[in-house]
């Protein structure tokens, strides 16, 4: 089992920014983590239906994969000594606001950017961003 917890999400006036934590723990990926993909995805209000890609990193190698919506606005980046994925994200924009999951699964590119192919998720995290 992998558990993931969301934190760091609030309001914030556009153009600002905010840093997202996932937190990363359980036997299974302890043991096996270099076969995991850590990815980012946000569900905006009014579409509850979909999660859109944000963000993802490949455990083994670091690599990281971005939407091209927050390429170079936001960067995913790791802390192996605690198994904590962050997001960065900067000049935020009102279109940003959203609930913003966490998610892990024992896969790779291209597959970390697509939401059905991971089956561990965190509870998410608001971020509200004001005009």
């Known amino acids: 089992q992998v558990q993931l917890v969301e934190s760091g999400g609030g309001l914030v006036q556009a153009g600002g920014s905010l840093r997202l934590s996932c937190a990363v723990s359980g036997r299974t990926f302890s043991d096996w983590a270099s076969n995991y993909a850590i990815g980012w995805f946000r569900q905006a209000p009014g579409n509850e239906r979909e999660r859109e890609f944000v963000?993802?990193?490949?455990?083994?190698?670091?690599?990281?994969y971005y939407a091209d919506s927050v390429t170079g606005r936001f960067t995913i980046s790791r802390d192996n000594a605690t198994n904590t994925v962050y997001l960065h994200m900067n000049s935020l924009k009102p279109e940003y606001s959203a609930v913003y999951y966490c998610a892990a699964d024992v896969i790779s590119y291209p597959f970390v950017m697509i939401v059905s192919e991971y089956d561990y998720w965190g509870q998410g995290t608001r971020v509200t961003v004001s005009s």
């Open positions: 963000a993802a990193l490949t455990w083994s190698d670091g690599s990281s």
